[in-house]
């Protein structure tokens, strides 16, 4: 919300600068984001009466003249300005001072031009900030020509009104009643402890008519009020300077007097309001209702827009005239010729014009303001304030036809029955956890404008009607505490509260080991958005009745890129082993511990599941058995024997890929991304990719370290190298071994060989092979009892897998 | 000098003259060894008269017994030089790279997630995770932010269905717990949260943390006295807190709370705009309403809720620059949070 210093100073008497009511603001709720000094860019210019004006010697197209700066003496500037006079007053801009250039400011110095001296420049509108609204002339194509009676050598800003600051203050959701200057000032009163001068001082002479208008709101729940007011003898013209120049201050141009009153009044009060030429409203009848299915409107910048019953419009007895709450249409709009005015000034639900200001693209002041709130108090203090300004500017008359639609409160204006809230000071001190003196809270509560009735231990209050965020005690107390100032609050460390043990559950200890022991391997921990895009389940070909196809869209995504909740994490992890590369790094290791979505059912009827996945990645540096070892290596920390059996992806290398099981149930999938699509995102170095059901995995972690006494006696190993087919794997010769003798602890492959001499389709294979002693025996392995166990496994390998000893 | 004394004196010439210790050995066992010469000389024993095998037997023995003292210090200074040709010829440059796997990082998120569940696990706070795609009840009704209310409009939510939607805030999560335990209690809240938002300071999906206290007779005094301990635990032991007032429709009276700039101690400087100050977490009394909704019963029973972005703490307590650099995954990004 912008808030002009000097329009605030209208109605309250304000003896602090700026910047200190800005730490005042500040101090009670109101963050001035930022606080604009308009004339800062404008140093040392001041007004200057030339005397002459002469030809340039040598150039035609400058003018040297003689300027007279009252008391700051006489200056020579040349200037090249055609509408420069003798006798003319303009803003002269000294050696040293700076004006505005372009955006952004223009040192000025003396110097000479085309030989000769030139201390100074005359300043346009433009190069002091200001336009017509601010003064007369601001716009001519040349110097700013100052009024004749002007006072010769003083600073230009106070003359042409840019001495003055805005305050451009955040407002909270919560109050809308402060997004209007008479709001602020309100609380600017509240806070200085000043009075608040009334915004309504004199009042209104309604003159007496025939015309009678009829307001019909056919829906009271999206229009809970509706106030017009029917204005005569409209004479249209031009708005008065003052009017003009608060209005440009808050960037506002002016149009006509009648237009320019509802914008002002939007601006004090914060109440949208619309003046109709009456002439244009057939049957002198007003209908809000909804739009027909493709019913079509016209606004004021001539924009058609074709509607839908989510739609409001104001109608006439005949037609559509308004966009409820967003923009009058071009049908009934005020022109040069307008003699009678309808006002309106309604209440229109936040929601229903921020839904129709959306959908149809079209936004105005008024469409902000309601999207922000509006209470009923504000229509009637709008039009009476908007009445007054008519009569007072001499703009037209008012009248006595007020109509209303869809009136809830027993009366008009005043007549709205505040809100009550009865409570004790007990009760606000308890919340705090302070002691308020009685009289401080009274006071508070007084200066923000509550009636407030002392009880001795309770108090009542009745609330403002533009307090609609008012509606208990610890509203009242948090009034009190902004107001008295937060830095009366004492920290204190729960002394009466009761002690909670803290600290993470079994499980997300789990998953922060989890992550160590990846980090521990070499990956570094990524983290991704939660979703992406259809065209990433494209690029991984995944087919189109794949599971992970079936994911949860997001309704009002930010693009496509980004409109899928994540079925599968490899997606995000591709796209980073892809950024890194592109930026120079050519190797690494990344994983990634997050949720994925499962719906049940599409559309979403209930929530889905959230499955929490590890995705983990290797590139450039490093294969398969690398990007295995960090699976193992969460197999060891956690007391689990995953299994790997050959297994295609679409997206995997279909000979090195494979899924990952733990027993009989597949728990993820690991393997080299296919070279194809390696090709079509230029990676020209491996990528190595798995992905693994966190969930399934974690449910079969190992519950705490079991303990078994260790042997008395050694290990033994024994070395063997058996021949065998292509098709025989690693996995089937362990299993195979560890099968045939009790003893056998581990067997471990060291080496494959292939050569001709073996014969075609053969490959020698090398495996260490420890045996243990049984913890409880008594002696150690003899090499006999080793040997015979050797010779067990031997005859179990060529028996099982056609295994010829080398 | 008989042969003897020409034996001892040959050996020590040779002995002398043996560089290494296995041309010292071939010296010694060429008198002492098997088919050495003493070992002849011994054995030449049996073809002398009886009456005079004993003092020769004597004279070769002590011959023999020089020798071995004679060999062994010569043994030992061989090895002495040895053992120095050997260690000079082995020095290393110890400069050159160790052998190891290099370590990868946790995420800066997650560093700075588990430093504060740490800090408030320490008073007593337990850690509560709920869903990431919540109902409009959690995320927004049931936190006093009914249909239509303005508050619904500070945040730009993404929705699945007009039911269901991306949650918006971790606060989400205070009404699951709360449905679950009965007070007293302290919970933490951290997870995921998203908004239809994203430009430079703007990510559509990031971190927050919240926190809640409920128990009876909790005051607006508590709450500055946790955050004032949290600040100090987290940027520096003399950090302050300053609160001002706001609006979260979740709580009443609501604050924003400042942590002075441990960048400057206060006095202002570039990371705080030089205010001296910077804003760090939302704050508030639990609103009756919302503990009414969870079935709490706010006569009895009064609260504190805080929440903070986690990425803004990351990026105060590392000086990160970017709120894009936590999604982009850049390894050398990455790299820099190893410990």
Same mark, same amino acid.
């Given at each position: ?48 009466? !030339? ?89 001519? #194509?040349?110097?700013?020509?100052? /009024? ?216 105005? /002041? ?103 965020? !008012? *509606? ?107 950024? #890194?590369?592109?930026?120079? #790094? ?187 002693? /049984? ?32 | ?45 049996? /073809? ?42 082995? +020095? !290393? ?45 959690? #995320? ?14 500070? +945040? ?5 269905? *007009? ?5 918006? +805030?971790?606060?989400?999560? +205070? ?121 709490? *019963? ?21 000086? !990160? ?8 995954? *850049? ?9």
């Amino acid at each position: 919300m912008k808030v002009p210093f000097s329009w605030l100073k209208e109605y309250v008497e304000i003896d602090i600068s700026a910047r200190e009511l800005e730490e005042k603001l500040f101090s009670c709720g109101f963050e001035v984001e930022e606080l604009i000094d308009l004339g800062k860019d404008v140093e040392n210019v001041v007004v200057g009466r !030339i005397e002459a004006c002469e030809k340039h010697p040598d150039a035609d197209r400058l003018t040297v003249c003689t300027v007279d700066c009252g008391e700051l003496g006489k200056r020579q500037i040349v200037t090249a300005a055609t509408n420069v006079f003798a006798g003319a007053r303009v803003p002269v801009a000294l050696d040293g001072a700076t004006v505005k250039h372009e955006g952004g400011v223009q040192k000025i110095k003396t110097g000479k031009l085309r030989g000769v001296v030139s201390e100074g420049m005359f300043c346009s509108g433009e190069e002091l900030g200001i336009n017509d609204d601010f003064y007369e002339g601001a716009e001519v #194509n040349g110097i700013l020509i100052l /009024d004749m009676g002007t006072p010769l050598g003083v600073d230009i800003r106070p003359i042409v009104g840019i001495d003055d600051y805005i305050f451009d203050i955040a407002v909270t959701a919560n109050r809308p009643d402060c997004q209007s200057i008479y709001g602020m000032a309100r609380e600017v009163a509240a806070v200085l402890k000043k009075p608040l001068k009334r915004l309504v001082e004199t009042d209104f002479h309604p003159v007496s008519t025939d015309v009678k208008f009829s307001v019909e709101v056919k829906e009271p729940k999206l229009c809970p009020l509706y106030v017009g007011s029917y204005v005569k003898d409209v004479k249209i013209g031009v708005s008065p300077r003052w009017m003009r120049r608060r209005l440009a201050l808050m960037g506002l141009r002016s149009v006509n007097n009648v237009v320019d009153i509802t914008n002002y009044v939007l601006l004090e009060v914060g109440q949208p309001m619309h003046a109709f030429d009456r002439k244009f409203l057939h049957g002198d009848k007003i209908v809000v209702r909804r739009a027909e299915e493709g019913e079509k409107i016209v606004t004021l910048d001539e924009k058609e827009f074709t509607l839908h019953p989510d739609n409001l419009l104001i109608c006439d007895g005949e037609r559509p005239v308004a966009l409820a709450g967003i923009m009058g249409g071009l049908n009934s709009e005020i022109k040069g010729d307008t003699t009678e005015v309808f006002l309106e000034a309604a209440v229109f639900a936040r929601d229903s014009v921020r839904k129709t200001s959306r959908a149809l693209g079209q936004r105005s /002041d008024s469409s902000a303001r309601f999207e922000k709130g509006v209470y009923e108090i504000f229509p009637w203090m709008a039009m009476t304030r908007a009445l007054i300004l008519m009569e007072e500017l001499g703009c037209g008359t008012p009248t006595k036809c007020t109509a209303v639609g869809n009136l809830n409160s027993p009366s008009e204006y005043g007549g709205i029955a505040p809100k009550m809230i009865e409570t004790t000071y007990e009760k606000i001190d308890g919340l705090l956890g302070i002691h308020v003196p009685k009289e401080e809270v009274y006071d508070i509560l007084k200066r923000l404008g509550f009636g407030v009735t002392d009880m001795g231990a309770s108090f009542s209050v009745s609330v403002p009607l533009e307090r609609g965020d !008012i *509606d208990g005690w610890p509203d009242l107390a948090e009034e009190v505490i902004r107001m008295y100032g937060y830095e009366h609050i004492r920290p204190t460390f729960l002394e009466n509260a009761s002690v909670t043990h803290g600290g993470l559950t079994p499980a997300q200890k789990q998953e922060l080991h989890f992550k160590e022991t990846l980090v521990g391997e070499g990956y570094s921990e990524a983290c991704g958005y939660s979703f992406y895009s259809e065209k990433d389940l494209d690029l991984l070909r995944l087919p189109a009745d794949a599971p992970e196809r079936r994911a949860i869209r997001i309704k009002n995504p930010l693009g496509e890129d980004l409109s899928v909740m994540r079925t599968i994490l490899a997606p995000t992890m591709l796209q980073n082993v892809v950024r #890194n590369v592109r930026r120079g #790094n050519d190797s690494g290791r990344l994983f990634e511990l997050a949720n994925v979505y499962i719906a049940d059912m599409l559309p979403l009827e209930m929530l889905p599941e959230e499955r929490k996945h590890v995705s983990i990645a290797l590139w450039g540096e490093g294969d398969f058995f690398d990007l295995k070892g960090a699976v193992e290596a969460v197999g060891e920390a956690f007391g689990l024997r995953f299994g790997y059996e050959r297994g295609e992806r679409p997206f995997l290398h279909p000979g090195i890929s494979a899924r990952i099981k733990l027993g009989e149930r597949e728990v993820g999938w690991i393997g080299e991304l296919h070279p194809a699509i390696a090709e079509g995102l230029a990676l020209e170095r491996r990528v190595c990719l798995c992905e693994l059901d966190y969930a399934a995995v974690s449910a079969k972690f190992r519950k705490g370290i079991s303990f078994t006494p260790v042997p008395k006696f050694p290990d033994v190993q024994r070395d063997l190298a058996v021949v065998v087919d292509e098709g025989v794997t690693c996995a089937e010769l362990e299993a195979c071994i560890l099968h045939a003798c009790k003893a056998a602890k581990r067997a471990e492959l060291f080496d494959v060989y292939r050569d001709a001499r073996l014969g075609a389709g053969k490959k020698s294979v090398a495996l260490h092979i420890t045996f243990a002693p /049984d913890p409880a025996a008594d002696k150690p392995i003899s090499p006999e009892t080793a040997d015979g166990f050797f010779n067990k496994i031997v005859s179990n390998l060529r028996r099982c897998l056609g295994a010829e000893l080398r | 000098m008989d042969d003897t004394e020409k034996m001892v004196e040959e050996a020590t010439a040779e002995a002398e003259r043996a560089e290494s210790s296995r041309a010292l050995y071939e010296v010694k066992m060429k008198f002492l060894g098997r088919t050495g010469k003493v070992t002849a000389l011994l054995k030449s024993m049996k /073809d002398l008269a009886a009456e005079h095998r004993p003092a020769f037997g004597k004279r070769v023995n002590a011959v023999r017994e020089r020798l071995e003292e004679m060999f062994s210090s010569f043994e030992q200074r061989v090895k002495e030089r040895e053992l120095e040709a050997k260690l000079s010829s082995e +020095q !290393i440059d110890v400069t050159m790279p160790a052998k190891r796997r290099s370590k990868g990082a946790l995420h800066p998120i997650t560093r700075t997630r588990m430093e504060l569940i740490d800090i408030f696990s320490g008073m007593g706070f337990e850690v509560f995770e709920g869903p990431e795609i919540e109902n409009e009840h959690y #995320n927004f009704t049931a936190l006093n932010t009914p249909p239509d209310h303005p508050a619904r409009d500070m +945040q730009d939510t993404f929705y699945i269905t *007009d039911e269901f939607l991306l949650r918006t +805030q971790t606060s989400a999560g +205070q009404i699951r717990f709360m449905e679950k335990r009965e007070p007293p209690f302290k919970m933490l809240s951290p997870g995921r949260v998203f908004r239809s938002d994203d430009d430079a300071t703007h990510s559509p999906m990031f971190y927050q943390m919240e926190g809640l206290v409920v128990d009876r007779g909790v005051t607006m005094c508590d709450l500055q006295g946790m955050l004032d301990e949290f600040a100090r635990t987290m940027f520096a032991s003399t950090s302050k807190t300053r609160l001002r007032p706001s609006y979260f429709p979740f709580t009443e009276p609501s604050v924003e709370v400042d942590v002075s700039c441990a960048a400057c101690g206060g006095a202002g400087c570039a990371l705080c705009k030089g205010t001296g100050w910077i804003e760090v977490l939302g704050a508030g009394m639990v609103n009756r309403r919302v503990l009414e909704n969870c079935g709490v *019963d706010p006569d009895e029973f009064t609260g504190f809720a805080f929440g903070m972005g986690i990425e803004r703490i990351a990026m105060l307590k590392y000086g !990160i620059g970017h709120i894009r650099s936590f999604t982009e995954n *850049d390894v050398r990004f990455l790299e820099q949070f190893k410990d």
